[in-house]
C-alpha cells in the first residue's frame, strides 16, 4: 500500500483544503442572516475531509469504497449548495470564490470516483486483512515477475548475459 496514513492522501489534503476554503467563504457578510446555509455548507464541506479519513482508517476496502461514496456525496452536496447560492441576489459579490469551489469540489470528486473504481476492480480487501503471510507471498510472486522479465530480456538478446543482470 503506497499511503500508511490518511494526512498523506493527496485527495485528503484537497478536501481538507476545501474546508477550509468553504470557512472562508461563509465569513462573508452576505452568511450573517443565512445560518442555515452556512451552516449546511460547512457541514458538507468538512463531511468530505472526515469520511476520507474514517473510510482510510477502517482497514477494509468495502469499508473504505462505502465512505469514499459518502464523501463524493458530500462534494455533491457542496456543488449544489454552491449552485444554490450563485442564484441568490445576496451572494452576487462571491461568483468567484464559489466558482473556484465550485471547480475544486468537482476535481476531488472525479479524484474520490477513479479511487473507488480501482479498488473495485482489486481483489484486495483490505490493509487489515494483510498479515506476514500474505506480505511474503506478494513479494515472492513480485519477485518471480521481476526474474521472469529479466529472463525474457535474456533471450531477446539471443542469450548474452548483460552485465547489468
Given amino acids: 500500500m503506497k499511503y500508511q496514513r490518511f494526512e498523506d492522501l493527496p485527495v485528503w489534503r484537497a478536501a481538507i483544503e476545501l474546508g477550509r476554503q468553504v470557512y472562508a467563504l461563509t465569513e462573508d457578510p452576505a452568511f450573517k442572516s443565512r445560518y442555515s446555509l452556512r451552516d449546511q455548507i460547512e457541514r458538507a464541506a468538512v463531511s468530505v475531509s472526515n469520511n476520507i479519513a474514517e473510510g482510510f482508517e477502517r482497514g477494509t476496502n468495502p469499508e473504505l469504497l462505502t465512505f469514499l461514496y459518502i464523501a463524493r456525496g458530500s462534494?455533491?452536496?457542496?456543488?449544489?449548495?454552491?449552485?444554490?447560492?450563485?442564484?441568490m441576489e445576496q451572494f452576487r459579490n462571491l461568483e468567484s470564490e464559489m466558482l473556484n469551489l465550485r471547480a475544486k469540489a468537482e476535481s476531488i470528486s472525479k479524484q474520490l470516483g477513479a479511487w473507488a473504481r480501482s479498488l473495485q476492480d482489486s481483489d484486495l480487501k483490505g490493509r487489515r486483512y494483510v498479515n506476514e503471510k500474505a506480505r511474503q507471498t506478494s513479494e515472492r510472486a513480485r519477485g518471480r515477475e521481476e526474474f521472469l522479465a529479466k529472463l525474457e530480456d535474456f533471450r531477446k538478446s539471443g542469450g548474452k548475459w548483460d552485465q547489468q543482470y
Avoid at 462534494?75 to 442564484?87: A, D, F, K
Fill in 75 to 87: 462534494t455533491g452536496e457542496v456543488r449544489s449548495m454552491l449552485c444554490l447560492l450563485e442564484g
